[in-house]
């Protein structure tokens, strides 16, 4: 019996590992079919808030899609661990993805002054955002300040900031996890 229930685990772990695999790659190319556009065809796109809104959708989706697929797969039942195991596994495949993309990108693809251009672009949208909510003016200075030295197109800042994001989307994976849970009864 213990030598069945371990097989029985590992085959769960496999279908989990596999399916999480599969559609995180379908994610990783959409991410990267939409940071191209944005960079090659709309750099506007890069500070819209419902651009950024839609692709969290996006990536939530496809996480409890992921989650859905290995229910069935699992015969309708999944643990708290395995919905949020699938949920990760084709996020951190999607997210990688798209990080590996961008560093590919930023190092050899876009040119000087569609860099420039995009530094203008977010710093413009951030004294935007801190006029907005009435920041002093000393803090609007400071973000000015900080955006002389900026460089979101370093190795460590896109790592950062993939790091930043991952740990977002885990946390609502927590919660779709949740949702999507239940018991096993054996």
């Not at 229910?71 to 996020?91: D, H, N």
């Not at 993309?101 to 860099?115: C, D, R, V």
């Not at 790091?163 to 054996?186: E, M, P, Q, S």
């Amino acid at each position: 019996r213990d030598c069945h229930s371990r097989y029985r685990s590992f085959a769960m772990t496999d279908i989990i590992k596999k399916t999480g695999f599969g559609i995180g790659l379908i994610l990783g190319v959409l991410l990267i079919l939409l940071s191209s556009y944005i960079y090659f065809v709309n750099l506007a796109l890069l500070t819209n808030v419902w651009a950024g809104v839609s692709i969290l959708v996006l990536t939530v989706i496809f996480g409890i899609i992921s989650i859905v697929v290995i229910k069935g797969k699992l015969g309708g039942f999944i643990t708290f661990k395995e919905a949020f195991s699938g949920y990760f596994i084709t996020i951190l495949t999607g997210s990688l993805l798209s990080c590996f993309y961008l560093i590919l990108l930023y190092s050899f693809f876009l040119s000087s002054e569609t860099k420039q251009a995009i530094i203008v672009a977010m710093r413009d949208f951030d004294v935007s955002l801190l006029k907005q909510n009435l920041m002093p003016q000393e803090n609007i200075d400071k973000t000015l300040e900080v955006y002389k030295t900026f460089n979101p197109f370093s190795i460590s800042t896109v790592l950062t900031s993939f790091i930043k994001y991952l740990l977002r989307d885990c946390l609502i994976g927590f919660l779709v996890a949740l949702i999507f849970r239940n018991k096993r009864t054996l």
